[in-house]
């Protein structure tokens, strides 16, 4: 059997169902920069960049050059020791965080970071209670999925941790009615990804500050998929000069090169630890070979102002993708995002979903948003050329023309 088989048997055949579906029954063999080529020597373009993860590109030199001096030194801590890289990032994150964020607990992931939020949320406020947003996307651990609102995923997993109002997003006033004497903290995604892209309306995170510090609350603003310049500011809370409580981060804090998740607090926050220094911790998170590949991701991506370059090239995306909606009305629903996070919302998920088999046929990859199907989200590495840009829009107008001509055969 080939890898594509034994995966389907061994790891998840439903996934490998709709893989098959989108003609991605392929198995990868390497990658470069924005390309990815498959085992058949196909070579793809990546606009969907792992969710957001790969903003520096696939192996970015800097990245690979600096994990693989710390893998032949040591590449896991002894843990009773202080391990360099960790320490340094830490301090390298609370330098550029917003606001005095000056604690951070390291983990391996973006919903490792964001149980980490949960319970230091409650271990401050002494609070059990959160508020989330509907669509909001934060894990699948359990308590990052008890603030996940889907149905879908939430269902087979209950009883799922208390406590949990949902409201609409981008709408600040439902937060205030929600709040209540058992609030500990409203965690919020500046833009939603998963959700299909959605930018608040302007004002909305500020908002939320000025309502949270009124009642006495914590903001947790989940920047796992925004964070490290992909809204076209290193984080999104920027853009309203918001600082909050807790900021989660994860996904591109890895340079694309290793998971690592980071949980920034404000100092006051983790007090806990000068008398439970083990009341939450891991053996693997904040390991020097991920510290050191955070490192190196921060430092190529403030060097070479990553965050203006995503503002830049995410304008003429957008731009184009205008052009193929006033080619395609019937099709495209709406094209919106901001800096390199940028939706196309189909009128039906269906449609949706031919055009990402079409596009992986033409060598483009990309991907619905987990919690809307309607929406196809492109997240290329912010190192993109305009040339790729072209590319992958002369390939969404060949899939939509393709499309039509499918579904022309049908009616
Ligand atoms: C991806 C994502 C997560 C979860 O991160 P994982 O590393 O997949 O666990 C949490 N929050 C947001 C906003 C995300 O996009």
Redesign the pocket.
């Known amino acids: 059997m080939n890898a594509f088989e034994l995966y389907e048997r061994h790891v998840n055949p439903g996934l490998a169902g709709l893989l098959r579906f989108t003609g991605l029954d392929k198995v990868e063999s390497h990658a470069e920069g924005v390309y990815v080529w498959d085992t058949e020597g196909k070579r793809y373009l990546d606009f969907l960049g792992l969710?957001?993860?790969l903003s520096l590109g696939h192996r970015h030199p800097r990245v690979v050059q600096a994990v693989k001096d710390q893998l032949d030194k040591m590449p896991m801590s002894v843990r009773v020791m202080v391990s360099e890289p960790t320490a340094r990032l830490a301090a390298r994150l609370a330098e550029v965080a917003p606001g005095p964020l000056e604690m951070v607990f390291f983990s391996?992931?973006?919903?490792?970071?964001?149980e980490a939020a949960l319970k230091f949320a409650r271990f401050y406020t002494g609070k059990p209670g959160f508020i989330t947003t509907q669509n909001?996307?934060?894990?699948?651990?359990l308590g990052?999925l008890s603030v996940?609102p889907k149905e879908r995923y939430q269902h087979p997993a209950r009883p799922l941790v208390p406590g949990v109002t949902v409201v609409p997003f981008g709408d600040a006033q439902a937060v205030e009615a929600a709040l209540g004497p058992d609030t500990a903290a409203v965690i919020v995604?500046p833009i939603?990804?998963?959700g299909g892209i959605r930018v608040p309306p302007e004002g909305y995170l500020r908002e939320l500050r000025r309502i949270t510090r009124e009642k006495g609350v914590l903001l947790i603003a989940?920047?796992?998929?925004?964070g490290l310049g992909r809204s076209g500011k290193l984080w999104a809370v920027n853009w309203e000069g918001v600082e909050p409580d807790i900021l989660?981060s994860?996904?591109a804090l890895g340079g694309g090169v290793m998971?690592i998740?980071a949980t920034l607090c404000r100092p006051e926050i983790l007090q806990i630890y000068k008398t439970e220094p083990l009341i939450h911790s891991t053996t693997f998170g904040g390991n020097p070979l991920a510290c050191a590949a955070g490192l190196a991701a921060l430092e190529v991506t403030l060097e070479q102002d990553l965050p203006g370059r995503a503002l830049e090239q995410g304008q003429y995306l957008i731009g184009s993708l205008q052009q193929l909606w006033n080619t395609y009305p019937e099709f495209i629903q709406e094209v919106r995002g901001r800096g390199l996070m940028v939706g196309l919302e189909f009128t039906d998920a269906d449609i949706g979903g031919l055009v990402v088999a079409e596009l992986a046929t033409r060598g483009v990859l990309t991907a619905f948003g987990l919690n809307d199907p309607k929406v196809v989200r492109l997240e290329p590495p912010l190192i993109v050329e305009k040339s790729h840009i072209d590319e992958c829009v002369a390939a969404l107008d060949q899939a939509l023309a393709a499309t039509k001509v499918a579904l022309e055969g049908v009616l």
């Not at 989940?222 to 925004?226: G, L, P, S």
């Open positions: 969710y957001g993860t391996n992931s973006g919903t490792e970071a964001v909001g996307y934060h894990g699948k651990t990052a996940t995604e939603q990804g998963e989940d920047e796992v998929q925004t989660v994860a996904k998971p998740g």
